[in-house]
């Protein structure tokens, strides 16, 4: 199986650190960006091409530059019958189908963690796609971690936690590891506490019958300081905080 990139940013670099993470042979991974192919060819050991050379030696192309871009793209490039991956946010598959007509397009909303095998990605198919077609995509996203076939209706609240999650995750600890300086610790010191403390803590959960409040509330000893650390997140109204980013993050529209 070969993998094509349109775009080589940020997340189609973390999709093909995950396939290599995942034993793909770097042999079999084609990228194509004005600005960055090149050189991230050479890191990852992979293939730097022209766009239309990347298409036509690819099993499965992903489409990872903006969404802006898509109608520009799609014009001028040929994709007939191939399996196009789009993570494009907010690109539906009525978009891709008018924007690039020919081809078995695929709706995906993935996120950074693809990078390590430990992607969140929501799948939605074009009518088109036969069940062997399902597969070969299905498989390629199990390479890069969990996946999951969605409403695309549910993609801009999933693209919201899901997408969008790890950066509030990251500012999460960056505020821990803020709060650990401002009270004595070294910085990088404070970094890896918060960092493990995070990694910990969702382990735990993950591996736990229980939910997230139940687990929160048996790290509150009666009458203790974490108590008195809940009691002002709730002052400050932290859910509602959280609340009011992710409709922000919802609401927000692509230029
Ligand atoms: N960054 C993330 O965590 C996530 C991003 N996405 C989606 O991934 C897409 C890319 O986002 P990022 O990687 O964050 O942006 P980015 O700005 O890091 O990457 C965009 C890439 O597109 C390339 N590009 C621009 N014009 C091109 C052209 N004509 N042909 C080929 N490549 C071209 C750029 O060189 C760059 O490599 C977006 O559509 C975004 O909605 C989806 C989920 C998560
Ligand atoms: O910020 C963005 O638009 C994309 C969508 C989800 C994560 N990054």
Redesign the pocket.
Do not use: C
């Given at each position: 199986m070969t993998y094509g990139f349109i775009g080589a940013g940020n997340?189609a670099t973390a999709m093909m650190k995950g396939l290599l993470h995942a034993n793909v042979d770097p042999a079999d991974i084609y990228v194509s960006s004005p600005h960055r192919a090149k050189s991230l060819a050479e890191e990852l050991h992979i293939n730097a091409a022209d766009s239309q050379t990347v298409i036509d030696h690819s099993d499965i192309v992903v489409l990872a530059f903006l969404?802006n871009q898509l109608t520009e793209i799609g014009a001028t490039l040929n994709f007939t019958n191939k399996i196009v991956v789009s993570v494009l946010?907010?690109i539906t598959i009525a978009d891709l189908n008018q924007a690039i007509p020919n081809a078995f397009n695929v709706r995906a909303?993935p996120?950074i963690n693809s990078a390590i095998g430990q992607g969140n990605t929501a799948l939605a198919f074009a009518d088109n796609i036969d069940a062997a077609q399902n597969k070969i995509v299905t498989h390629f996203w199990q390479l890069l971690g969990n996946s999951v076939t969605l409403e695309e209706e549910q993609f801009a609240i999933f693209?919201?936690i899901a997408?969008?999650g790890p950066?509030y995750v990251f500012k999460f600890i960056d505020a821990l590891t803020k709060a650990g300086v401002a009270n004595g610790l070294e910085e990088t010191q404070a970094a890896s506490i918060a960092t493990q403390t995070v990694l910990g803590s969702a382990s735990t959960l993950n591996q736990s019958d229980s939910d997230a409040v139940t687990l929160m509330n048996s790290v509150a000893s009666p009458g203790g300081s974490t108590r008195a650390g809940l009691d002002n997140f709730e002052a400050n109204q932290f859910d509602d905080v959280v609340a009011k980013a992710i409709l922000a993050t919802v609401n927000?529209k692509?230029a």
């Amino acid at each position: 199986m070969t993998y094509g990139f349109i775009g080589a940013g940020n997340m189609a670099t973390a999709m093909m650190k995950g396939l290599l993470h995942a034993n793909v042979d770097p042999a079999d991974i084609y990228v194509s960006s004005p600005h960055r192919a090149k050189s991230l060819a050479e890191e990852l050991h992979i293939n730097a091409a022209d766009s239309q050379t990347v298409i036509d030696h690819s099993d499965i192309v992903v489409l990872a530059f903006l969404p802006n871009q898509l109608t520009e793209i799609g014009a001028t490039l040929n994709f007939t019958n191939k399996i196009v991956v789009s993570v494009l946010a907010q690109i539906t598959i009525a978009d891709l189908n008018q924007a690039i007509p020919n081809a078995f397009n695929v709706r995906a909303l993935p996120n950074i963690n693809s990078a390590i095998g430990q992607g969140n990605t929501a799948l939605a198919f074009a009518d088109n796609i036969d069940a062997a077609q399902n597969k070969i995509v299905t498989h390629f996203w199990q390479l890069l971690g969990n996946s999951v076939t969605l409403e695309e209706e549910q993609f801009a609240i999933f693209s919201a936690i899901a997408g969008s999650g790890p950066a509030y995750v990251f500012k999460f600890i960056d505020a821990l590891t803020k709060a650990g300086v401002a009270n004595g610790l070294e910085e990088t010191q404070a970094a890896s506490i918060a960092t493990q403390t995070v990694l910990g803590s969702a382990s735990t959960l993950n591996q736990s019958d229980s939910d997230a409040v139940t687990l929160m509330n048996s790290v509150a000893s009666p009458g203790g300081s974490t108590r008195a650390g809940l009691d002002n997140f709730e002052a400050n109204q932290f859910d509602d905080v959280v609340a009011k980013a992710i409709l922000a993050t919802v609401n927000h529209k692509h230029a």
